[in-house]
T-cell receptor
Framework: GESVGLHLPTLSVQEGDNSIINCAYSNSASDYFIWYKQESGKGPQFIIDIRSNMDKRQGQRVTVLLNKTVKHLSLQIAATQPGDSAVYFCAEIKYGQNFVFGPGTRLSVLP | DSGVTQTPKHLITATGQRVTLRCSPRSGDLSVYWYQQSLDQGLQFLIHYYNGEERAKGNILERFSAQQFPDLHSELNLSSLELGDSALYFC?????????????FGPGTRLLVL
């Protein structure tokens, strides 16, 4: 499959540990934020989203935290598994306008 | 399988040419989004259509255009192609306009401009 972003920052975690992937966003007026996962050779996959009026949202094994004061978004993955190995992107959305994607972080799960 | 289909999977063409990429959303989804992914620019949003109408425009060049047809499939037209247009082009669909709902991506069309 295609290598997306050959020089992406990489986070290596031990299988079973928790992972935290961070993202800084730029537009304080963004309405909405999304985390995507992209495995090698595949299209992005929607993981979880959060509205700007929320601080935290939980899904299955994932939690997104939004800190509007410092314009920071994080994705926490509990009990990281080999299948979680992928590139993770955050996106900030202003309704009716643009999606802006972060550069991505490569998550590598070690056995 | 996300239920979103894109054709063709691969496309090789020459500079100056024009190509059309096609996307069929999941059954029942009214929104279609187009994205470009290249190694140097990462993932970029191009345009969003909802039920046939343009809803948002991102970093889409004037040489590029898109439309969504009454049957909800969408086409992305790329003209006067340049080497830098070589990229993966993804479409995605969702039921509405992305308010706490899942967005499903197609497998992408890999465009190579020689």
């Amino acid at each position: 499959g295609e290598s997306v972003g050959l020089h992406l920052p990489t986070l290596s975690v031990q299988e079973g540990d928790n992972s935290i992937i961070n993202c800084a966003y730029s537009n304080s007026a963004s309405d909405y934020f999304i985390w995507y996962k992209q495995e090698s050779g595949k299209g992005p996959q929607f993981i979880i989203d959060i509205r700007s009026n929320m601080d935290k949202r939980q899904g299955q094994r994932v939690t997104v935290l939004l800190n509007k004061t410092v314009k920071h978004l994080s994705l926490q993955i509990a009990a990281t598994q080999p299948g979680d190995s992928a590139v993770y992107f955050c996106a900030e959305i202003k309704y009716g306008q643009n999606f802006v994607f972060g550069p991505g972080t490569r998550l590598s799960v070690l056995p | 399988d996300s239920g979103v289909t894109q054709t063709p999977k691969h496309l090789i063409t020459a500079t100056g040419q024009r190509v059309t990429l096609r996307c069929s959303p999941r059954s029942g989804d009214l929104s279609v989004y187009w994205y470009q992914q290249s190694l140097d620019q990462g993932l970029q949003f191009l345009i969003h259509y909802y039920n046939g109408e343009e809803r948002a425009k991102g970093n889409i060049l004037e040489r590029f255009s898109a439309q969504q047809f009454p049957d909800l499939h969408s086409e992305l037209n790329l003209s006067s192609l340049e080497l830098g247009d070589s990229a993966l082009y993804f479409c995605a669909s969702s039921v509405g306009v992305l308010t706490q709902e899942t967005q499903y991506f197609g497998p992408g069309t890999r465009l190579l401009v020689l």
